[in-house]
């Protein structure tokens, strides 16, 4: 892929830029970080990027009487259900960040792996119904630390599409993405927004992310081989 590119890849994408955020992402990087340092770290991190990831939700206007006087106020539109969407097992650590910010929302957790010879996705568990009950007033937030071929993500994202929700209100959120993996989404999900941590340098001939922080499944439950 060329410079340019990758330039126009990234105009694509919304990358965190808070020095938190930076922080913490060296922290998760450092291969002598041990699992409880990783967890906390990453939900840091998590909560800085999902910050951006919900900053667009949509509003009500609604008045609220103060102690002092009534004030015009906004509250997220009850017109919307959300629903959060963690890809087992890695996003767990993200996803208890989310449910903390939006306590309402329904958690749907999607179990996907990724054969590690064809490096394609494997669907074994999804509690999804088989039908929602307005796909077009759905916001989806899906959830994955690592960003890598993309094919999980694409997976990911079209269990959502064939229920209907529509590309706009679906949002991928990760901690570190590759550009090979931004790439692929794209022919695919054009409209689905990205939001991430940071966008790395390339793969490694076994798919993964370069520099990167290694296995997130196995460094945040310490199942490292
Ligand atoms: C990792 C990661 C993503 C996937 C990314 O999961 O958490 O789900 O790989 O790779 P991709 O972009 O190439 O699809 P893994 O399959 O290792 O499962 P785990 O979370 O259960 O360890
Ligand atoms: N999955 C991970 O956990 N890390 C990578 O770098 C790629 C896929």
Redesign the pocket.
């Known amino acids: 892929m060329t410079q340019n590119n990758n330039n126009d890849l990234l105009k694509d994408v919304n990358v965190c830029n808070n020095s938190l955020a930076i922080h913490n992402l060296s922290v998760l990087r450092d291969k002598d970080t041990p699992p409880e340092i990783f967890k906390v770290a990453t939900k840091r991190l998590a909560y800085l990027i999902l910050s951006d990831a919900v900053k667009d939700l949509p509003l009500k206007a609604i008045k609220v009487m103060t102690p002092l006087e009534e004030a015009d106020a906004q509250i997220l539109s009850p017109d919307y259900e959300i629903i959060i969407a963690p890809?087992?097992?890695?996003?767990l650590t993200l996803s208890q960040v989310l449910e903390d910010l939006l306590p309402t929302a329904k958690v749907y957790h999607i179990g996907?792996?990724?054969d590690e010879e064809t490096?394609k996705?494997v669907r074994y568990y999804n509690k999804l119904p088989e039908k929602l009950s307005n796909p077009s007033k759905t916001k989806v937030f899906v959830l994955?630390?690592?960003?890598?071929?993309?094919?999980?993500?694409i997976e990911a994202v079209n269990i959502f599409k064939e229920l209907g929700i529509p590309e706009e209100n679906i949002c991928f959120v990760s901690l570190i993405a590759a550009p090979e993996?931004i790439h692929k989404f794209r022919k695919f999900h054009k409209q689905v927004k990205l939001v991430t941590g940071v966008v790395d340098k390339r793969l490694n001939d076994k798919?993964y992310i370069m520099p990167g922080l290694g296995?997130?499944?196995?460094r945040t439950f310490n199942t490292v081989k």
């Open positions: 890809i087992l097992r890695a996003a996907l792996y990724r490096l996705p994955d630390p690592m960003f890598a071929t993309g094919g999980s993500a993996g798919g296995d997130a499944g196995d």
